[in-house]
């Protein structure tokens, strides 16, 4: 049955022993590796900032749904783009389902940006903040590229383990440009990972209606 393959990918990773072990990860890494790794980059990150300023740009929130939802509207009308367009609309949604979890969690922990310490030595959640300053966590852009890298995943099998190693390697560049913390990082791939059966669950729960149904139709013919 395509639900019951819909709702298989990356299913497992929602088990309590995975999420027990990133939030134990985190716990290590903010009292042990976070500001250590900052302050490595920050003095030795520099070859890369071509990179890191390409993916900070491109595959910011509103610059990169932006230019998905331009693709999703033209793969309706251009012959080029309609064997694209199951993947245009279903990475759309969830990337747009992810900045709204992104925006709750980044406002409920108020984490200060690795800036903050480099220059100022403040360290730490604010919970509750809505300044720039303390939106660290989780990192916004690593949510968007880990979100394509697991859609793509599923879309070419074959390729899972190069398709995982460039997104990582590029969401990583957050941190090489000290936007984001290693924790912030990691917890943010993971969070991405487990945004795929959370998303596809939620429009289980809704298929009667119109839009639900046919966002999950398309997901079906990826999966």
Request: one cysteine or more; a positive charge; hydrophobic letters at 50%.
């Amino acid at each position: 049955m395509p639900e019951k393959k819909a709702s298989h990918p990356f299913r497992n990773l929602l088990d309590v022993k995975y999420a027990v072990a990133i939030i134990m990860m985190a716990i290590l890494s903010y009292f042990f590796f976070d500001r250590p790794v900052a302050v490595f980059f920050a003095l030795h990150g520099k070859k890369l900032d071509a990179l890191c300023q390409f993916v900070q740009v491109f595959f910011k929130g509103k610059y990169f749904i932006s230019m998905l939802g331009l693709f999703c509207i033209g793969s309706f009308y251009i012959d080029q783009l309609k064997k694209y367009r199951s993947l245009f609309c279903v990475i759309l949604y969830f990337l747009i389902v992810g900045q709204i979890c992104l925006f709750i969690f980044k406002v409920i922990a108020g984490r200060a940006r690795p800036d903050m310490f480099l220059e100022q030595g403040i360290y730490g959640f604010f919970p509750l903040q809505v300044m720039h300053s303390y939106l660290s966590f989780p990192s916004g852009h690593t949510l968007n590229i880990m979100i394509v890298t697991a859609l793509l995943m599923l879309v070419s099998p074959k390729r899972s383990y190069w398709i995982l190693g460039i997104g990582l390697f590029l969401s990583f560049t957050r941190v090489i440009y000290t936007q984001h913390y290693l924790s912030d990082w990691f917890v943010s791939a993971y969070l991405s990972f487990i945004l795929i059966p959370l998303g596809i669950m939620f429009l289980e729960r809704f298929k009667k209606y119109p839009v639900s149904g046919w966002i999950l139709n398309k997901i079906y013919t990826l999966t």
